[in-house]
């Protein structure tokens, strides 16, 4: 039996992975066991019916990332039936965001065929046994996380009372919503996972619950379509590779934007003076280094037509110091898995804000994620149909000798700001691995009109000119890091973000 060490969402998301490692799975395994139910089991925060990312590091291997990012939909469809079926909402979540949602906000969903792609080329358990644990909480019922509770106190009404099942599995009969650790069921969705458990992502893809989905947004007027669903295929992508101190690091690439953006904050801060720690002036360049990344993703990334050219742009710009001379005067489940084999296995999954949309008798929420208007700033209309939609998602494997680190984040565009600031404290000021999660963060906010600093107190910050808002403690809003290290020497071991309740194991303790 594989040794594992688990930093997941949540501990009913790490004792999956424990039970999967107990039957003889591997590394992959476990995260995909533990992926499954945090997907499953943060309503409103993460589905099924979204995207994921995973990248895969073994031992004496190349590394890789199967890219299972949602594509825009509309096979088949004329050119007047496109970019309709969407309404746009405004929540107070995260100092204000404005989405859109129904039907015409669903982009063909990737997390299931990513999922089974690399359990097919890396996985040892049955994959009857990596749903066990999922079916089993989605039957029984789990409780509503505070993460979960905190995000539907925005949008429950506005978002997620689309669908009759989804907004009775979140409400009591008075119609309030449910409290934090009080006991979720969603109707039907333990008799879809099963479907899936018994005859793979297929029934998904092309049977039952396919039509399902399919006719549910031709009558809502959105364009996803069964050839869509049919058609959709996981992507194996070379991932980026940059080296920080005397690590490796292998993260998302292009078509995704968020491994070029955290490789260039990186490389933007390779000559921080570590021996200091966070100094006023080590805190400007951190925030110097996120200021020009994500104004060069503002300006180039998002509406490029070749995103790699301009990531590659990018990062040649971050290592050669030109990227800072300017400057100078959204919902994820994160899980993070390494073995004793020294495999590392890294997954990010988002459903968007979520549409809202349930297909009748699915139990499957479904994605927002051409309505992610910060994010998706083509629109409605984003492309041919199968192209994939950008990606902050980076989820990432480091390596040096001797040692294998998995990691990432939820947090929308804080994803990569969070990975930054812990890559910085863990691997180049050589914090313990707990304080180098909690250690308080900063982020460049550009969603808005005015650009801002968002920081948690405690840290020396800097004269600057952006306004800047402290938050009164560590909050989600930050990102939830969560870390599992293999090292030959010391041995296993994972952390999960204190910002989010999270859930770790690591074999033998």
């Not at 999956?16 to 590394?27: I, R, S």
């Not at 990531?311 to 800072?324: D, H, K, Q, T, V």
Request: glycine residues 12%; proline residues 5%; negative net charge.
């Amino acid at each position: 039996m594989s040794q594992i060490a688990v930093a997941t969402t949540s501990q009913l998301a790490a004792d999956a992975a424990e039970e999967v490692a107990a039957v003889g799975g591997n590394a992959v395994d476990c995260a995909l066991a533990a992926a499954l139910v945090a997907i499953n089991t943060e309503p409103g925060v993460c589905a099924l019916g979204g995207s994921a990312f995973i990248t895969i590091w073994r031992a004496n291997d190349d590394p890789v990332t199967i890219d299972g990012n949602v594509a825009v939909p509309g096979a088949g469809l004329a050119p007047d039936q496109r970019g309709h079926g969407a309404v746009s909402v405004t929540i107070d979540y995260g100092g204000g965001i404005t989405t859109l949602v129904g039907p015409g906000s669903i982009a063909v969903p990737g997390t299931l065929a990513a999922i089974e792609h690399a359990w097919k080329r890396y996985g040892s358990a049955a994959w009857a046994d990596i749903f066990g644990p999922t079916i089993r909480a989605c039957r029984d019922g789990f409780p509503l996380s505070a993460a979960c509770r905190y995000y539907l106190g925005y949008s429950s009404d506005c978002i997620f009372n689309r669908s009759e099942d989804g907004f009775a599995a979140l409400h009591h009969a008075d119609r309030t919503l449910l409290g934090t650790g009080e006991q979720v069921i969603v109707p039907h969705l333990a008799d879809s996972l099963g479907a899936i458990a018994e005859d793979g992502a297929r029934v998904f893809y092309e049977g039952d619950i396919a039509g399902s989905i399919a006719a549910h947004c031709r009558d809502g007027n959105g364009m996803l379509t069964a050839e869509d669903l049919r058609s959709y295929r996981a992507i194996e992508r070379k991932p980026l590779i940059t080296d920080v101190g005397n690590w490796s690091i292998a993260s998302n690439p292009p078509p995704a934007v968020g491994g070029s953006i955290l490789v260039a904050m990186l490389l933007a801060c390779s000559d921080l003076a570590v021996d200091d720690g966070w100094t006023s002036s080590a805190l400007r360049q951190l925030v110097d280094s996120q200021r020009a990344c994500l104004d060069f993703r503002k300006r180039n990334l998002d509406l490029a037509d070749d995103v790699a050219a301009e990531a590659a742009r990018l990062i040649e710009s971050a290592r050669s110091g030109r990227l800072l001379a300017r400057w100078t005067s959204a919902s994820t489940v994160h899980t993070s898995v390494v073995d004793d084999e020294g495999t590392g296995c890294a997954i990010t999954a988002s459903s968007g804000y979520g549409s809202g949309e349930m297909p009748a008798g699915t139990g499957l929420w479904l994605n927002n994620c051409l309505g992610e208007i910060e994010l998706n700033r083509r629109g409605l209309d984003a492309g041919p149909p199968g192209a994939r939609l950008p990606s902050n998602m980076a989820p990432s494997v480091a390596r040096r000798d001797g040692a294998v680190i998995a990691v990432g984040s939820p947090g929308a565009d804080r994803i990569t700001t969070a990975l930054q600031q812990f890559l910085i404290n863990y691997l180049l000021l050589g914090m313990p691995l707990k304080d180098a999660i909690a250690h308080p963060r900063v982020h460049v906010d550009t969603s808005g009109e005015v650009v801002r600093l968002m920081a948690e107190p405690g840290l020396d910050l800097p004269p600057m000119d952006l306004p800047v808002k402290v938050f009164p403690g560590l909050v989600m809003y930050f990102g939830g890091v969560a870390v599992a290290v293999c090292d030959r020497m010391a041995g296993l071991e994972a952390a999960a973000d204190p910002r989010r309740a999270g859930g770790v194991f690591v074999s033998g303790t």
